[in-house]
Structures are given as C-alpha cells and as structure tokens.
C-alpha cells in the first residue's frame, strides 16, 4: 500500500521525537540536573532532516566519516559534514546515524572535547576502551540483516568500503552508495561555505629540491618496476609534492584540490585535474610548461583539466587494450574514484608509492625543515620568556592572548606562510583536552597557580613546526611534577634509541616512550609521534610511533628510513586533578655509525626543535646520568642554535632566559662544570671507592 507522502513524513518524525529522548548515559553531563557544558550543539533538526533524507534513499543507516573527497585528516570548512550533524568539532571521528540510534566513535585526544560538545542524544563511543565495540561490530550486532548501510562513496577510502562490504556481507547486510545526504541538509538548513578555491603557485626549487620532472621521472620508474600502466594520485599532499606547488584550499594544510594521473610511457604528458581550473591554471602554467588555458603538446609538460574529468580519465582505462598492465589507485583513494576501475584484475591498491617518496626528505628539505625549526624555536623561547616575566609583573594573561600573541610573533618570521594547525593553548583543566582549541566560552586565565599546555607550529617556505612545551610558572604539586617527570623520561629514552635502518616500525619503538608512565600504572591516550610534511601537512604518514592497537595508520604503515621527520610527544592528562602534560619534539631519523655495525644500518633521531625544557616541573633524582646527560646535550644544542637566532635578531632578554634555563644539571657524583671528561670523573669515583674500602 502506498501511503501519502505527508503521511509517512509525519510518522518518521514522531518516531524520531521518541529516538532523541534518550540521553547517552556513561556522560556525566547528560545526567538528570548536570550543567550542560557551553560548547555542546543541539544537532535534533539537522539529524530530523537526515533520517527523512535517508529513507528517501533506502538506507537504514548511515555511515558518515570526517574525511573529505581527498580522505584529509584536516578539511575544509565546506566539507565538515560529520561536524555539522554531530555539533562535535575534533579532526578525529565517525558518525552512524540510523532510524533508532545516532553514535559517535572517536579517539582518546578526544574524549573529554566530544563529551562536551555531543548533545544528548548522541552516544559517545570511546574508541580502544574496554567494551566499547567498533562501528563495524556495533553495526553487526545491531542492525537488521535486511537493512542497509548507506555511504557517500566519495567520502569513504577504498581500503573502507571493502572491509565495511566484507564484513556486513556476512551478515547479510549492503552497503549502498548515497548520494551527499549529510550536504544536502546542510545546504538545505543554510549557513555552509562555499568549497575553496585559492590560488595555486609554485615552490621554488632553492625549496623543493628537486624539479618536478625528475619526481616524474623516478615515480614512473617505479611505476615500471611494480608492471603498473598509470598512477591515480588522489591524496593532495601528495599532488602538490609531485609538482612542487602548494595552494590554501585547507586552513593551515598548504594544499590545493586536485587529482593527478601519470603514466609510465615517458611519451604520455602528466595529467593535473584540478578544481576551478579555468580561473586558477594561469599562474602555474609556466611552471608545468603548459599553454594558459591548460593545453599540452609535448610529453614534457603537464596537461592542466577540470577536476571533474578524472572520472572519465578513470573510466577510460577500462577500454586499453594493455590488460596484463594494472592501474594503480592506492587504497586510501575514495571508493568512488576506485570503483570506475570495472575490471578488478586491472587495480592494482595498497599504498601510493609518492607516500614514501615524499617522506624521505631530500638533503634540501632536510636542510631546510633544521632551518625553519631554529627559527620556529626562538619564536618560543621569545613568547615564553615574555609571558613569565609579565605573569612575574602582574600581568593578566589568558588562553586566547597567549594564543593571539604567539600566532603573531610566528607569523612575522621569515617565509612564514601561516600555522600548521590551530594552536593550543590549555591552562589548568583544559590542558587535560588533548586537542583542545581555546574559545570565548571555554577561555580560561593563565597565571602562576595552574599549569599551562602549549602545542603550537607554523607553515614556513623551507618546512612545517609542530612543538609543544608544558610549564608551570608557579609552586607545581608533588603529582604534577611527578607526571611531567615520567613523560620527560619518556621523550628522552625514544630520543636516545637506536635502531636498525629502514626495517624498523615505529610501533615497535612505541613502549620507549610509555615505559615510565606505564610502570605507574599511567599512560596517554594518542600515538607518541607522527611524521611531518615539508611546507605540507603537519601529520603524514606512512612511518608513525603509535602502538599498533592505537593507530588508525596500522595497515600502510611501514618502516623508518633515514631522513624521515617525526614527533616525539608523550604525554598524560587528568581532567580531576585540572592538568596535562605533553613534551612534543620534531626529530630527524638520520644515520648513525656504531661500533659493530659501520655506517648505513643504524638510525637515530637528531633533534631539530630546540626548546628547552621546565626544570621548575622536573624531579631530577628520576633521571639517570645516561638521561641527564643527553638533557644536557640538547639544552646545549638550543643555545647554541637558537640561542645565535635570538642573539642576530638582538632579543636580548629572551636570550639570557633561554641561558639560564639551558644550564647543565649535575650528573649524578659528577661535577659537569668541571674540565675533565664524565670516563675519567668515573674511574676517579671508582678508585676512590676502592682505597677507602681497602683502609677499612
């Protein structure tokens, strides 16, 4: 029987009125007669609107990630779908709405922020914690078996949807692609941007390195090594590494929509698909030796289309006539892309080889990310230095000034372009939100009773900062010093390692930096390190230190090779005790000779953001003297390398603070102002034991 269609309207909205009157209990927020926190959003219309837009397709539930087309950690404000229909605003997290139950999976950066910012109606699922099933379990357990599972394609790797269609399949589940449904409402209920479409230039080769027709080159070399007739380049990182161009359709990710295709034969010009390309392919032209509007008639330049033709590109793959070559399409390219590839025998997936390549700096980049970081650490030093002694002068300080006034100092250096995110600055309780991000509701004071968390990094032409320092310009508690002194240790052991070159895994370096909160029976909720982009994005892949159970990068992860960047940063938070802790690093992996082992076999990380660390919150008496000594050794590096940035730029009192707080602490029986060296002081201590012994 057919039913009228205001009819049916109205029994799915009663329906839903009975579903969003049931409150998430495990929040503490969400009890009967709880403050309701100033950040949370009522999203009841926008997810009314979403399940009527549902059944209009067929689908019982949805399933609606935070990537974007291009799957960015980071995206656009036009493509904040999952934020928009759950009112939660963290960069980590997926959303399943059905016509009974509306859920939120996310990890433990954001547990506290998401609490919060979810209404009610929302379930919070803290994602590794015990008993809390994934999304594809939820799913299983939960959802009919004559249901189905609806998804934007374009929105969902391929790597996903396969798992997502393997696992449902066995239950007798579909999934469907949809249509943009989260979008649709959206736009329906007002108040979206407009998609970006910001000029694209060129990064000169006194920064890249190398020119794009050698990256060219050596991809289609490995193109030809691996028999795969083309590469479909979706990730924009590396679309803008391919071709040594960078844009700003991302806040703070120095990137530019576009697709790419490459093939092998050296006789086939590149292909760049780009978005707006009428409007924004003149100022690249040149640069890719391309006609203005785009044309190309040599193998030797780039073919600059309209991003909406890499569809039929794709599809065109399917009608050549080389079927024993396949094309390759990474599996973190979005499903949609993948499937216009008809013939599976033709896909070739797993990760794109531009992952490695670009992670590998060249001795440029290696050169240039040092030089951004010496700059980037005096920035630092200067704030920090100025802030303690207006605190010391009465000054009123809060989380937005502290915020306001680094962003300015960073942004004033030479070959700034920007931040790489959005800094973070927590004092107190709101250091203990991982990724907390201050506002005018949420603003606290910073002064000499709490603690204060700052994370920040900046966008320079020769590399990309991301630092993060801990500091307590008071009287510290016991507890307080005792968890910044476990996470020092455990910076300082992952800075000390060793380890084989080019096979090792960073999660299996991972249990270095835990070690001492775990024997406390502590521990922190995020990865310790993530790569690093050059003037690219703050977080990238494919080499990561995260525990295997805590990474969502397990699956393309693969080994640490010289001339990677990544950060060392554990860390802790107690949102009871109003505190948290993280000491974030950026290190280089680097050649290091050993007694046995000769040269080429053995990595260590050099650091190369030099910001002291807050002897004020340090329990020495936990610090061996191996420890003690490599603190040494690095405050000695900061003054030297950004103590002489200080000293050319005549920041006088910045450079005497940084002095101070650079001073050797004492080995343990040895005295380290002395001349002699730390063997001799050794055998010196040992003898004397000996003598006073044999008096006995």
Known sequence: MKMNKRIVSCLVLVGMMVVTSANDETRDSCQPNADVPATRVNTTARVQKLRTAMQSEGVYALIIPTADDHQNEYVGEHDKKRAFITGFSGSAGTALVTMDDQLLWTDGRYFLQAADELDCNWKLMRSGEKDVPSLTKWIVENVPSDKSIGADAKVISTRSWKLYEETFGRKGLVMQKTSDLVGTVWNDLGGRDAASNNEVYQLNITYAGRTWQQKIADLRNKLKDSKAEALVVSALDEVAWLFNLRGSDIDYNPVFFAYAIVEK??????????????????????????????????????????????????????????????????????????????????????????????????????DGMRRAHIRDSAVIVQFISKLEKGLEDGEDWDELKVSEEIDNLRTNQTGNKGLS??????????????????????????????????DSGGQYLDGTTDITRTFHFGTPTA????????????????AMAKFPANITLGSSLDSLARRPLWERGLDYGHGTGHGIGMFLNVHEGPA?????????????????????????????????KEFGVRLETIVMAAYVETEYGGTNKTLEFEPIALVPFEKNLMNLEMLDNKQRQWLNNYHKLCLEKTGKALKDAQL???????????????????????SGNTALASIAIITVAFVLTYLK
Request: net charge negative; charged share 25%.
């Open 544 to 576: 990561w230190v995260a525990l295997r159970k805590a990474s969502n990068y397990v699956s393309k992860e693969r080994a640490i090779y010289d001339g990677m960047f990544f950060s060392d940063e554990p860390g802790y938070y107690d949102d009871k």
């Open 479 to 494: 507890f307080q010093k005792l968890a910044y002194t476990l996470v020092l240790l455990g910076a300082i052991d992952l």
């Open 421 to 454: 995110f959005t800094t973070i600055a927590g004092s107190g309780k709101n250091g203990a939100y991982i990724h907390y991000t201050p506002t005018k509701l949420t603003n606290k004071v910073v002064n000499k009773d709490n603690m204060l968390l700052l």
């Open 265 to 366: 034969e050296t006789t086939t010009s590149p292909k760049l698909y780009l978005r707006s390309a009428a409007t924004r392919r003149a100022s690249i032209a040149g640069h890719l030796q391309s006609a203005d509007d785009g044309s190309c008639s040599s193998a030797n330049c780039v073919k600059i289309l309209d991003y909406d033709e890499v569809d039929n590109a794709v599809q065109a793959f399917n009608d050549q006539t080389k079927i024993n070559d396949t094309i390759w399409i990474s599996d973190s390219t979005n499903y949609h892309i993948s499937s216009l590839l008809t013939n599976p025998k033709r896909l070739m997936d797993g990760i794109s080889p531009l992952l490695l390549m670009k992670a590998i700096k060249n001795p440029v980049e290696r």
């Open 652 to 674: 006088t009192e910045a450079y005497d603070w940084l002095e101070e707080r650079t001073a050797p602490v004492p080995l343990v029986g040895v005295d380290v102002n002395s």
